[in-house]
Structure formats: structure tokens, C-alpha cells
């Protein structure tokens, strides 16, 4: 329908009513964000800076409000959290008298807002400003980085999406303290609001930059040169940016801005508003996209023994590896970095022969991934993929991206159509967070943008407060690699760096918890196979553990300090609970059963001496059915793990 404004804010409601977002047009656009009498935040200035002024215009006055509500179920190709997503929201557009239309959608746990322009020609955009108001007791968490992906004199720089999260007050960050998203702002009284971003399609990624009075968008212009002549790594990283941030055609919708809202910690795990904003899918047959366990050399080369063969990157290694994975049932093998010659991604080393390995692998009911560099895949791509799709690969893992710039962005966008068009699935590393490419491209299955394990080798940030937090920030963007379920587990005490064989932090039931407590159409196994060999009653139980859900429940949650949720797959239902540094007890409740069923439940918690001895867990059989409750104690950096499944 068609309104006629006059000076009163648009006021838009969540389905439930329990959320209102007001927008205020008078010399600038402005959004208060409220849920009941409080106002979570407010969004101020709202502009998009062009070489053709801003839009919209000052004092530009509102031409027409188009309003319109949704009601629906998604299907998602890939079943990450649920295997229907409900997508209920009311939208207002609003056009203003310079044509500018800026688009809002208000759900039952969140928000988000994008630009809408309709212009010939192209248009170059300066800046996209918006200021992010919280009141004074707002605390944020988020990847504090200020560096642009640079080589300069020598010296490089990057973005690396690893950081360890951050919190402060806002009113105590130092003014120019930045960091890219998803990044979580704790209202004074309580209420969760995270930044999210959604269909960052041509254009830049936001980031967050504290200013006098308030938190600010900051992007990243484009690049005005390049290291030409680095290697594989350091060639695309950029030497300057330009005075603007994208150019782009003026008739288009811009990304979303999204705020998922949650009353308590809790009710973040299961937002999918990234996805729910992500462009429908473009491929249409999806039935070769297939999600799995991963088993792959980068680490497990280096912790390999009793074998009759000199363990390295070669066909010998390979065959060994993909015999484990089909051993126990596992999807895939993968190459990881150094298996193609110098720089060129069509050729192997000559200790791998790849039509072999696929051939054996496929003998197996296994298949092959390969890892390769973005500076060179960017460079070869055609010419890559059409050789993989001859040897028979099946997908890729593209690393060193390291940028949020709009060159970037795109490079995103054209590695995943031409993926899909050669049958390829995608695993981005050195990448910026989810932003809903996934459900565009479902052969997109997961990314890093996190401290995952890997770090285990060189630094102490993988521990377990960090994996108390992802699941609350980092994984409502969508999926991530963190690379769970090591069996060479440290107390706190005991850790030790080693980078050709890590150690994790944590109790063995903590990093088997991590399986489930971790969200990834494509999970990988981190440690040497004899490890699992050795293991095999965990890693008989791990491999199983599946990588898509029908369903999911939070129980009980605390950002950095514990989390406990169920998933369903089936009727098949994987409980998991691990804690911070600190010991815990916690009470598990069983109500998401099935009326009138008793079920069968195997479980892996810390053993006796755990808090000693990280490897140390206790197998138990047992029953539960619904209304069930259960206490469970686990130690400093402990875990706790389930499968309830139904006797046949």
C-alpha cells in the first residue's frame, strides 16, 4: 500500500510484536531500534556519500511508503541449524523524493536495512555512513583489527579474520578502535544485539570504528596497486586504497545490514537471519553438493608412524589417508598446501600422481579436495577447475584471501558460480565471515574467519574461552571450519605449542563436545591417524556424528564461559556441553524428547582424573526419555557429549 508520510516516524513491528523499529526522516535518516518501552540502540545519519551527492539528499523529504509482511518456510539445500526456517518479517520501503529508496525488514529476532537505487549508468560511492548509538553501559565483544591486507616497503600486513574477541565497554574504547563482524553489543539491561551483514554482493565488507560519541560504519576503499611481484601468497595483497569504496552500477539493491536481537545469550544460537537475507539459490541441480567428514594431511602427515612408507605429500600418504577415511566412514580426503608444482595449479609434484589417488579414493567411496592459493586460482581458475573435474576432485579449499575490499567480494561471488559450474564444492580459509553467499551457492559449506585449531601450533588463543564464545558470535554468521575432535588433549597447565603436532586445550569429551557444539556442513578431523587409530572408541563415535540438523535447542549458555544445545538429525538427537577454564556442574534437561518414547543414550564425559589428565574421559550407556534430567559435572576445560538415538 501507498501512505503519505508527513513528519512521524515509520514505525514497523516484528510479526510477534514484541520488536519496533521507528524511522525518523527530518534533515537526516534515523532508526531507534526498541523492544517495550526500552530502546536497544539507535541508528543515526543513515547516507550513502556519492560522486553525485548524497543519497538521499539532505532534507530530502519521504515520496512514498511501500509496506508488505512475509509468512513462510524455507527449505534450505544444506540443513545447517533446521531443515525448515521459518521467515516471518513485516518490510517497509521507503522512497524519498530523490528517488532513493532505503529498504527495512523487522523479524522476530532481528532487524536489517540496505539501500536501494535505481539511476543509469555507474555510480561511484565515497562512503556508506551510519553511527551505531548504545547507552552507557553497552558492552561490546568483537575481532579487534586494524590492518589493512598491505605489503608496502617490505612489510606486510593483513586482515586475518583471526583475532581473539574483544570486550570493552563501548564508552572505553579508545577513539579509531576498529574490528570487522559478526561483533556483539550487550545492552546495559541485558538484551543481546549482534552486527551481522548479508548478501555482501560488489561492495565492500562493514566494519566497526569507535568515534567520539558512538560506534561508526568503516569500509575499506578499493585498491590502487598490488604487490605484482610476491609470490603465491603476498602477490594480491594490495600496496594503497583508493579515496572510495566501490564503483558500481547505480541501479541496484546495496548489502543488508543486519542486527539479530536475542533478550539473553541464548536465543542467538539459533538466528539465521544472514541466510534468510542471502540471495535464493542460483544452482539448480544441488544434488552433487554433498557435506562430510574431512581427513587431510597438513598436520597428520607430520604424526604418522608404523607404516612401511616415508610419510609426506606424495601417493603413498594419500592412500594411507583415504584408506582411514573410508575405515570409518568418512566423505573426503584432502591435499592441503604444497601438492601442486611451483605455480601452477593444473600440475602436481611429481611424488603425487592425482589420477591414482582419485581413482583409489573413489574405490574407497571417498572423495578428494584440494587446497589452493587465491592469488593463483584467481589467475587460473577455467583452467583449474576443468583439470580437477578431469582427474575426478570435488572440491577446493581457497586460502590467503585476506581482504574485505569490493575486489574482493566479488572474487567471492565468481570463485562460487564457477565452482558450481564445474561441480565444485568451496571451503574459503584466510576469509572475511558468512555473509549469506551459502545460500546463493550451497556448494559454499563452510569458512574459517575465526581462531580455529591451527592456532594451537603456534599461540594460546584456541582455548576454552574462545570456544564459549563462537558459538554465540561467530557461528550466527553461518557456518565455520574450526576443525574439532582432537585427541591430543591439554589442561591448561600441560599445554604446550607444536606445530607439526597440536595439542588442543581442553578435555577430550570438551573437543569431542566440539563436534556438535561447532556448526559445519564440512568437518575435518585435525590430528595424525594413527591418533584416531589408537582412539578408536572416540573416533568411532566422532565420525558419526553428523553434519547437517534437522533441528536445534539451546539448553543453557553464558558467552565465554559455557554453552549447552541439542541438534536433531533424524530422530537422532546429539546433546553437547563444554565449559570455560572454570569447573562446572550443569543440568542437562531432556524435555525436547518425544512424548512416550524411551530412548537409549551413549555418552562421553570427563574421566576421574580429566582435571590431571586432559585425555581422560568415561564411556556410559544409559536410558532417558522426555522430562528426563541429568546432572553433569565437568571439569576445568571439560566437556560433555551424547547421542540419544531410539533402539530399532
Known amino acids: ?22 524511522v525518523s526522516v527530518d534533515d537526516k535518516v534515523s532508526i531507534k531500534l526498541c523492544t517495550g518501552d526500552k530502546t536497544l540502540m539507535e541508528i543515526d545519519g543513515i547516507v550513502l556519500e556519492t560522486d553525485r551527492g548524497k543519497l538521499p539528499a539532505s532534507n530530502s523529504k519521504i515520496r512514498k511508503v511501500q509496506k508488505t509482511s512475509v509468512n513462510r518456510i524455507i527449505k534450505p539445500v544444506i540443513r545447517e541449524k533446521r531443515s525448515e526456517i521459518p521467515e516471518q518479517y513485516n518490510e517497509a520501503t521507503i522512497e524519498f523524493n530523490d528517488k532513493t529508496k532505503l529498504q527495512f525488514r523487522v523479524y522476530n529476532d532481528g532487524i536489517a536495512y540496505r539501500f536501494i537505487l535505481n539511476l543509469p549508468g555507474e555510480i561511484k560511492i565515497i562512503n556508506e555512513h551510519a553511527d551505531f548509538i548504545f547507552d552507557k553501559g553497552a558492552v561490546l565483544t568483537f575481532q579487534k583489527d586494524s590492518k589493512l591486507n598491505t605489503y608496502a616497503e617490505g612489510v606486510v600486513q593483513r586482515i586475518s579474520y583471526e583475532e581473539p574477541y574483544f570486550t570493552s565497554y563501548i564508552d572505553s574504547l579508545n577513539i579509531g578502535d576498529m574490528g570487522n563482524l559478526p561483533a556483539l553489543v550487550q545492552t546495559g539491561s541485558g538484551e543481546c544485539v549482534l552486527f551481522l551483514e548479508a548478501n555482501t554482493y560488489d561492495y565492500p565488507c562493514l566494519f566497526i570504528k569507535k568515534t567520539e560519541y558512538s560506534l561508526s560504519s568503516l569500509y575499506w576503499g578499493l585498491p590502487s596497486g598490488y604487490n605484482d611481484a610476491g609470490n603465491s601468497d603476498t602477490r594480491k595483497r594490495i600496496t594503497g586504497n583508493k579515496d572510495y569504496i566501490a564503483q558500481t552500477k547505480a541501479s541496484r539493491n546495496f548489502p543488508w545490514k543486519v542486527f539479530a536481537v536475542a533478550e539473553k545469550e541464548t536465543g542467538l544460537l539459533t538466528n539465521q537471519l544472514v541466510y534468510l537475507l542471502g540471495e535464493e539459490c542460483k544452482i539448480e541441480d544441488t544434488s552433487w553438493i554433498k557435506p562430510g567428514w574431512v581427513t587431510f594431511d597438513w598436520w597428520s602427515r607430520r604424526g604418522i608412524y608404523g607404516v612401511d612408507f616415508k610419510a ?137 574467519a575465526l581462531i580455529e585449531f591451527e592456532q594451537s601450533g603456534g599461540t594460546d588463543r584456541d582455548n576454552p574461552d574462545h570456544h564459549c564464545t563462537l558459538p554465540f558470535i561467530r557461528n550466527v554468521a553461518g557456518p565455520m571450519d574450526y576443525i574439532p575432535g582432537t585427541m591430543n588433549n591439554a589442561t591448561k597447565k600441560d599445554f604446550r605449542n607444536n606445530g607439526d603436532k597440536l595439542m588442543g586445550q581442553g578435555t577430550r569429551a570438551h573437543s569431542m563436545a566440539m563436534a556438535v557444539i561447532t556448526e559445519s556442513p564440512m568437518q575435518m578431523l585435525p590430528d595424525a591417524q594413527p591418533l584416531y587409530y589408537r582412539d578408536r572408541e572416540c573416533t568411532e563415535f566422532l565420525t558419526q556424528v553428523p553434519v547437517e540438523w534437522d533441528d536445534i535447542v539451546p539448553l543453557d549458555g553464558k558467552i565465554g564461559d559455557y554453552v549447552s544445545l541439542a541438534r536433531r538429525n533424524g530422530s537422532t538427537w546429539y546433546v553437547a556441553a563444554i565449559t570455560d577454564w572454570s569447573p562446572r556442574t550443569m543440568e542437562i534437561s531432556f524435555d525436547f524428547l518425544e512424548e512416550g518414547k524411551t530412548y537409549q543414550m551413549e555418552i562421553f564425559r570427563d574421566g576421574i582424573n580429566a582435571d590431571t589428565s586432559a585425555v581422560d574421559y568415561k564411556r556410559e550407556i544409559t536410558e532417558v526419555k522426555k522430562g528426563d534430567k541429568m546432572i553433569i559435572d565437568l571439569v576445568s576445560g571439560g566437556g560433555w557429549i551424547s547421542k540419544i538415538y531410539l533402539l530399532p
Open 1 to 22: 500500500m501507498s501512505l503519505s508520510i508527513m513528519a512521524a516516524p515509520v514505525k514497523i513491528g516484528s510479526p510477534d510484536g514484541k520488536i519496533e523499529l521507528q
Open 312 to 448: 609426506g605429500i606424495n601417493t603413498a600418504t594419500a592412500k594411507y589417508m583415504i584408506d582411514f577415511a573410508a575405515e570409518f566412514g568418512m566423505r573426503y580426503f584432502m591435499f592441503d598446501y604444497g601438492w601442486y608444482h611451483k605455480d601452477d595449479l593444473t600440475l602436481t609434484i611429481p611424488e603425487v600422481d592425482m589420477p591414482e589417488i582419485v581413482r583409489y579414493a573413489n574405490s574407497k567411496n571417498v572423495d578428494v579436495l584440494l587446497w589452493v592459493s587465491y592469488a593463483l586460482f584467481d589467475d587460473q581458475m577455467e583452467a583449474a577447475l576443468k583439470q580437477y573435474q578431469k582427474w575426478g576432485v570435488k572440491g577446493v579449499k581457497i586460502d590467503f584471501m585476506y581482504r574485505s575490499d569490493q575486489e574482493i567480494a566479488d572474487f567471492y561471488w565468481r570463485s562460487a558460480e564457477m565452482c558450481a559450474k564445474y561441480k565444485m564444492l568451496v571451503n574459503y580459509h584466510g576469509a572475511y565471515r558468512p555473509d549469506g553467499l551459502r545460500r546463493a551457492y550451497p556448494n559454499v559449506l563452510t569458512r574459517e
